[in-house]
């Protein structure tokens, strides 16, 4: 990919030696004289690059800088800049420049410092990408459902994105995509291109999870030579999320709690506050209420992370997308696997609707995977499903295919014979009383004493 360069300084001399070199790299260039000249043209052609000397008539290149970067943060600019105003240079580093010349240079050093700018440009475009990539991958638009809870639940979950720093707090069962949804959330967030940082608080134990955390100076531990930055001030400007937030230990939510209350908190042996700006996620797949009337996890901060809740029902609790979700997934399974199915039988359908699915979507996906890299192509019938999926609530076969006798001694009673016992049941709950059980019943009791009558004695007789 051919770069384009913004050439800027005061010495005619300068700009052609440069300019000459450059071009015959492939740049594309850009030259200006003056630092106003250099911003007028950073607006019009958007350059990837700016080389510029600091001494200028007029806007030095230190506030060219700074003026090009409020444009577009992703140019990178190399500054010169003679002995004298090395100061000036160190200025511009901080403010973002990715290296500085001394004057005078020979052009070959100019045109390496050059190729290593470009090779970083390379890197951000590609780590732009990748961000892109991600958008795509978790977007609202990508969840399939047709349940209205849950559907009401994702326009919650757009507006919480929308609202900056909103706390989200995640509830669902295990594999029901919580992790999906607090992807989906940044990634449809202001925060979108600022990081975000992932932390499973199941997966440490308490010390670790502690220092992965918030960090820890030099000194900390035993072992810590050097000083960690904690991932809270890794995904500072973005957003971190903690799953199993649940599993969080009592000293490890009390920090977590200042955090959101102040935003800020100390490295581990550290005695400088450090102020971050961080979206909080939290996912759990426990009932955190009920871990907090349990004293197991703090009611200040449950309330602070339950500023907005979420909850994903589990997928049997919405049967009906059971089926689409199945299909979605069979489209990028196609594709991965370089099948070609086409879709699945009704009898296939309607054992993965019925199926209860415990590990929820991920179970599914699981399922789908496995079956379609077994089956050969056309539409999935039931015989490839597992066979734990096709029997769940199925009369199981014997090897010859006959029906196994046990299976048809089913405890099934008629509706009849269902009234019949309910009706006995209420009338020995009210010691006998005719009239009590009747208004129990939601009947006449003349009626009941005709239902009565039709009751078998020997059935009778059990109550
Ligand atoms: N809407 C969806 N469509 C397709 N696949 C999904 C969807 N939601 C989740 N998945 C897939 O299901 C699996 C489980 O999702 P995820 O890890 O987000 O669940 P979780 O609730 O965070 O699970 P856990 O509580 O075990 O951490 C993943 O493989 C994910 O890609």
Redesign the pocket.
Known sequence: MAYSILICDDEALTLKTISRALEAEGYEIFLAQSGEQAVEIAQREHPDIALLDVVLPGIDGVEVLRQLKRLDSSIVVVMMSAYRVVERAVEALKLGAYDYLTKPFHVSDMVNTIGRASEVLALRVRVRDSVQDARGRYDFG????RNAALAAMLEQAKKAAESDKTTIL?Q???????????KTIHYYSPRAQQPLVSL?CAALPDTLLESELFGYEPGAYTDARRRKEGLLEKAHAGTLFL??IGNMSFSVQAKLLRVLEEGNFMRLGGTRTIQVDVRIIA???KVLKDAVSRGEFRDDLFYRLNVMPLF?PPLRERKEDTVP?AL??MK?FNKDLKKNFTGMTPEAAECLRAYTWPG???E??NVMERTMILATHGDISLDDLPHEIREFDAPPETSSGEVEISSLTTPFVTLEELEDRYILEVLTATGNNKTHAARILGIHPTSLARKLKRIPEEVAAEH
């Open positions: 990508r969840v399939v459902t995640i669902g069962e295990s594999g029901t995509g919580k992790e999906v949804m607090a499973n799953d199993e996912a759990t797949n994903i979700i979605d997934m990028r929820n979507i991920r599914l996906r």
